[in-house]
């Protein structure tokens, strides 16, 4: 789904809402896992 200014609210987010960085982090080392073809089904 697109959500107008969804993604720029979650990126500012994940400076002030510990959960927002957390799931953030997360995010940030699956697509570096993709990346790598690490991903695991």
């Given at each position: 789904?697109?959500?107008?200014?969804?993604?720029?609210?979650?990126?500012?987010?994940?400076?002030?809402?510990?959960?927002a960085?957390?799931?953030?982090?997360?995010?940030?080392?699956?697509?570096?896992?993709?990346?790598?073809?690490?991903?695991?089904?």
């Amino acid at each position: 789904f697109e959500e107008p200014g969804l993604v720029h609210g979650y990126l500012r987010a994940r400076h002030t809402v510990g959960r927002a960085r957390e799931s953030f982090t997360r995010i940030v080392d699956a697509v570096a896992a993709l990346g790598r073809g690490a991903w695991l089904w």
